[in-house]
């Protein structure tokens, strides 16, 4: 890879899921305070009513939480509520989680360490539902952004990475365990990435991207994402950078 260098590592995208818990500590399934599921109604109402997000007193992080006219997940989640910093669902109960928390990615880059976005969150809720909740890694991104990497566009998924199947037991076996698959990616003739057992919903429990990092910022407008590579060591002369990430969900870490 000739003079290949590591210019950012760590977790960029982070899903928690919250749940009450017992005397014990343990988690388990209650329905949300009656008090607490009113509020959030009246401000859905609203939110409703005036068809955009509405300002809440919820505060995280110095920002207001604002709800969302519509919920998620089909029913599972029927209050959202947004900041810069975090989405967050809530239940009214009858699943077994409470709430789940989506970190953003500027959010989680801008910590000193994923911890302290946790333990940020972990107050947040604690105070919110009035328990200790207990938290549960729903979704994790792990990357490592690399530059001048040259030789990347000349790799073939075939010959230069190894993979394998899975097999479990019949009981045990799920689509996950399918043969791993993977995609190219060109503009044009360029390559910008390829992927390995990511389904089109990007819901695979176990899944890798690789992809052209510089290119996506292009796109998206990120472009603090460079002052994150410029602290690493990273400067325009290193070229374009490319990204190596793994996305684990909840089947794979469990």
Not at 94 to 100: D, E, H, L, Y
Not at 133 to 161: K, P
Not at 189 to 217: H, N, V
Request: proline share 2%; charged share 30%.
């Amino acid at each position: 890879m000739g003079q290949a260098k590591v210019v950012n590592a760590g977790v960029d995208t982070l899903v928690l899921n919250a749940f009450y818990t017992n005397e014990r500590g343990r988690p388990f399934r209650c329905e949300l305070d009656l008090s607490l599921r009113r509020q959030l109604d009246e401000w859905k109402r609203a939110a409703q009513e005036a068809h955009e997000e509405y300002p809440t007193t919820l505060v995280f992080q110095e920002a207001s939480l604002h709800m969302c006219p519509n919920g998620a997940g089909q029913g599972q989640w029927p209050w959202m509520l947004k900041t810069p910093d975090i989405t967050f669902y809530v239940s009214g109960g009858q699943w077994n989680g409470i709430a789940s928390v989506r970190f953003s990615s500027r959010h989680l880059w801008s910590c000193r360490g994923v911890l302290e976005a946790i333990v940020d969150v972990q107050r947040f809720l604690d105070e919110l539902f009035k328990n200790a909740v207990f938290l549960q890694v729903s979704s994790l991104d792990l990357c490592v952004d690399v530059a001048g990497w040259e030789d990347v566009e000349q790799l073939d998924r075939s010959a230069h990475f190894v993979s394998r199947s899975r097999k479990r037991g019949l009981h045990e076996e799920t689509e996950w365990a399918a043969e791993l698959k993977s995609r190219d990616y060109a503009l044009g003739f360029q390559r910008t990435g390829f992927d390995f057992a990511r389904d089109k919903k990007g819901s695979s429990p176990l899944s890798c991207r690789i992809y052209d990092k510089s290119r996506e910022i292009e796109k998206s407008g990120k472009e603090w994402f460079m002052d994150l590579w410029r602290a690493h060591g990273w400067s325009e002369d290193d070229g374009r950078v490319w990204r190596v990430e793994f996305s684990f969900k909840r089947e794979a870490l469990a």
